[in-house]
């Protein structure tokens, strides 16, 4: 079998891969393509460059690059001097500003944010606090009319609607006049069985309003006292229930 050039070079490439962290950096690659490397890190490099297929190249490209890059750094060396005190100070001048303005632009527009965040939570403590400060008003307003005592407070006795079926007169519906200045009204129930065993209060489309154990009692009548806020102005019904049946007392507020 005969071995050409290719196939050697091929070999000689698989066999000196680079190795990754003993090759040397592409600035030390640069500056031996440039002879700016002292004669012990020269030797080094080159001993390297010959057992490294990789780094070979790069450093063929180096020597490639190197008349390029020292005719640039020529010409920059001559515009500099070409160049008034005027133009480099302002060039140093923008250098240095325009970091300066980015800056300063950055911090300014943290700081708005910061402000409309404090901004923000200043608003919303404020509402709470009027929100508490609502509250606790209406339950101070609560409270005093709780310790006040009631004058005239109504308080009628009902019937049972369906008295009748139990051998009672019906009653029809009672109407009861609510003073303005009363928070609450009693009615008393004359149950038309012995005992209940629950309490419901529903308006006049029967959706419950209140429900409640009922007191054991041998009165054979139930007081309840409602808040004048749980009956406003319309017509209502207070069932008692037993094992039975029910009782329906029908009143009307105005």
């Not at 403590?125 to 005239?152: F, G, H, K, N, V």
């Not at 041998?218 to 229930?241: C, F, K, M, N, Q």
Request: charge should be neutral; aromatic fraction near 4%; include cysteine.
């Amino acid at each position: 079998m005969t071995i050409d050039d290719g196939d050697l070079q091929n070999v000689y490439q698989r066999a000196t891969r680079r190795a990754g962290s003993e090759c040397p950096t592409e600035e030390s690659l640069m500056k031996a393509a440039t002879n700016k490397l002292s004669s012990k890190e020269r030797d080094a490099v080159a001993q390297h460059v010959a057992n490294c297929s990789d780094c070979a190249r790069d450093f063929r490209i180096a020597r490639s690059l190197a008349p390029w890059a020292a005719e640039a750094s020529k010409n920059a060396r001559e515009e500099e001097r070409n160049l008034s005190p005027l133009a480099i100070a302002l060039t140093v001048a923008i250098a240095v500003s325009i970091p300066l303005i980015v800056w300063m632009v950055l911090a300014r527009t943290g700081a708005s944010r910061t402000i409309d965040r404090l901004y923000a939570e200043i608003a919303r403590r404020e509402q709470e606090i009027r929100a508490l400060r609502t509250t606790s008003l209406a339950m101070r307003t609560r409270l005093d009319q709780q310790l006040t005592p009631e004058l005239s407070m109504p308080i009628v006795d009902l019937d049972a609607d369906n008295a009748p079926a139990l051998g009672f007169p019906a009653p029809g519906v009672k109407t009861i006049e609510v003073p303005r200045t009363t928070r609450s009204i009693t009615l008393i129930m004359h149950l038309p069985f012995p005992h209940a065993r629950s309490l419901e209060l529903r308006d006049d489309e029967e959706q419950l309003l209140w429900r409640a154990d009922a007191p054991q009692t041998d009165s054979g009548s139930i007081t309840v006292t409602l808040p004048r806020e749980l009956v406003p102005p319309g017509d209502y019904v207070l069932r008692a229930t037993n094992a039975s049946g029910h009782a329906d007392f029908k009143f009307r507020t105005k």
